[in-house]
């Protein structure tokens, strides 16, 4: 399998390169050249296989011949250690609960298997690879607990000091190993600031291999097709569903971009439901062909807070720049927060289940395509994309309720911090990115 970027104007590469790479040097992103087919009969296979099994049939036709099957099949047991609970609400309601990882995000699904991959290809170069990202909290905290441990790579982590949660402090800086925190006495825009001034510092890319781990990797898209095809395959061998309909909770649109992959390698998966929130760029255009990306406005779920999405490319891509077509299989819609709060003291009400503000964006999605597009019957999936713990505050004001915490994450709250303090001066991150073991 070769791959290719958006932009065309850059030469196809392996997928080694894809993933090392990140980002195409046209500034594309990349896209496998074609995307592989399962045949009904390799489908019906499939039907009541493990999370694992679909995992690995999906990832073996991407990687094809570069990793060996016994390899990578240890990689996926390795990355996929925990499970993937589709939780029935009501008749033809479902939860996908893909917060069960080690970070209670779905960021797990991606960064565990790009680590993985990383690794295993920087190990074949005889390279030391450097992962360099600025997070304001939920991917940072993935990579951080992806990477842990991976041979050949490590990963220096930059936040804005003050400016994350203490939960996700704790994530970003318990990983230990070969995971460094940097605590920036600045905001996030200093900490982007900071990495990209890295990535074309001259001097430092002579002696150090960075790349960065964010959503437009394709090694971390490839992976979130997986939990696509394990739910729709669950829904139909459990609750005798075809078809049903995905409801996503959408910031940068890699989740939706990873169905779309999964809908066209042959899994039966009915139509997207793309939720934003007030970020709505892409509704917009996917209504009038009009991409008119506003400044990013902060709502309630911040981690859709994203006013120009990356994976627009690769949407665009997929459906040639025809934005009907896309609308065939994608209905935007956008939510309020005042519905987004309705919507989690609803579901509380009616199914006693705490939902998070971006579950509960998309939820409230769902309910509307099925209720305006007379499609009260059709089976949903909702993918839920974080345990409500990340989101304690917001919901136990919408709520009213105190939230218990899961004892893991008491173990977790318990660790010891190690982060180093630096200020927001890019020469004080280069200083820190020579002085590590070469
Ligand atoms: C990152 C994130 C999203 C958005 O996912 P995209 O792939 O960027 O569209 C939604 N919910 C949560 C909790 C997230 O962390």
């Given at each position: 399998m070769i791959y290719f970027s958006t932009n065309k104007s850059s030469i196809p590469v392996s997928l080694k390169k894809a993933t090392l790479e990140g980002l195409a040097p046209d500034g594309g992103l990349y896209i496998p050249s074609e995307i592989p087919r399962f045949s009904p009969d390799e489908i019906k296979l499939l039907e009541g296989a493990s999370f694992n099994n679909i995992a690995f049939a999906i990832a073996k036709k991407f990687i094809g011949s570069d990793i060996s099957p016994d390899e990578l099949s240890d990689m996926i047991d390795n990355c996929y250690t925990f499970e993937t609970p589709i939780v029935q609400l009501n008749s033809n309601t479902f939860i996908e609960e893909l917060f069960c990882g080690p970070t209670l995000a779905f960021k797990d699904y991606g960064a565990r298997f790009l680590a993985r991959l990383t690794?295993?290809?920087?190990?074949?170069?005889?390279?030391?690879?450097?992962?360099?990202?600025?997070?304001?909290?939920?991917?940072?905290?993935?990579?951080?607990?992806?990477?842990?441990?991976?041979?050949?790579?490590?990963?220096?982590?930059?936040?804005?000091?003050?400016?994350?949660?203490?939960?996700?402090?704790?994530?970003?800086?318990?990983?230990?190993?070969?995971?460094?925190?940097?605590?920036?006495?600045?905001?996030?825009?200093?900490?982007?600031?900071?990495?990209?001034?890295?990535?074309?510092?001259?001097?430092?890319?002579?002696?150090?291999?960075?790349?960065?781990?964010?959503?437009?990797?394709?090694?971390?898209?490839?992976?979130?097709?997986?939990?696509?095809?394990?739910?729709?395959?669950?829904?139909?061998?459990?609750?005798?569903?075809?078809?049903?309909?995905?409801?996503?909770?959408?910031?940068?649109?890699?989740?939706?971009?990873?169905?779309?992959?999964?809908?066209?390698?042959?899994?039966?998966?009915?139509?997207?439901?793309?939720?934003?929130?007030?970020?709505?760029?892409?509704?917009?255009?996917?209504?009038?062909?009009?991409?008119?990306?506003?400044?990013?406005?902060?709502?309630?779920?911040?981690?859709?807070?994203?006013?120009?999405?990356?994976?627009?490319?690769?949407?665009?891509?997929?459906?040639?720049?025809?934005?009907?077509?896309?609308?065939r299989e994608i209905t935007g819609i956008a939510v309020s927060d005042e519905e987004t709060r309705a919507t989690i003291r609803s579901v509380y009400e009616r199914f006693d289940y705490i939902m998070e503000p971006h579950t509960a964006v998309a939820y409230h999605a769902l309910e509307r395509y099925r209720s305006t597009e007379g499609a009260a019957e059709r089976a949903g999936i909702v993918l839920s994309t974080a345990h409500p713990v990340k989101f304690l505050e917001a919901i136990e004001k919408t709520l009213d309720k105190k939230i218990e915490i899961p004892s893991n994450l008491q173990e977790l709250m318990e660790k010891k911090k190690s982060a180093t303090l630096i200020s927001s001066e890019y020469k004080e991150l280069a200083s820190f990115l020579n002085g590590l073991d070469q």
């Open positions: 690794g295993f290809f920087a190990a074949e170069e005889q390279r030391l690879i450097t992962v360099l990202v600025a997070t304001s909290g939920d991917t940072g905290s993935a990579v951080a607990y992806g990477f842990q441990g991976i041979t050949n790579t490590r990963v220096v982590l930059l936040y804005p000091s003050g400016k994350v949660s203490p939960l996700q402090e704790q994530q970003l800086t318990t990983a230990g190993n070969n995971v460094y925190a940097l605590e920036v006495e600045g905001n996030f825009d200093d900490c982007q600031r900071m990495v990209k001034e890295a990535f074309v510092d001259p001097s430092l890319n002579k002696s150090l291999t960075l790349t960065s781990a964010n959503s437009i990797n394709i090694s971390r898209l490839i992976p979130q097709s997986f939990y696509y095809a394990w739910a729709c395959l669950q829904l139909k061998e459990i609750y005798g569903f075809n078809n049903p309909l995905f409801a996503v909770p959408s910031g940068n649109y890699g989740n939706l971009t990873a169905g779309i992959l999964a809908k066209r390698m042959g899994f039966p998966i009915g139509h997207f439901i793309a939720a934003s929130n007030a970020n709505d760029s892409v509704t917009r255009y996917i209504d009038d062909g009009r991409y008119d990306p506003h400044p990013t406005i902060t709502t309630l779920s911040t981690a859709m807070d994203v006013g120009n999405p990356s994976n627009f490319a690769r949407l665009r891509y997929f459906y040639n720049n025809d934005h009907a077509a896309m609308g």
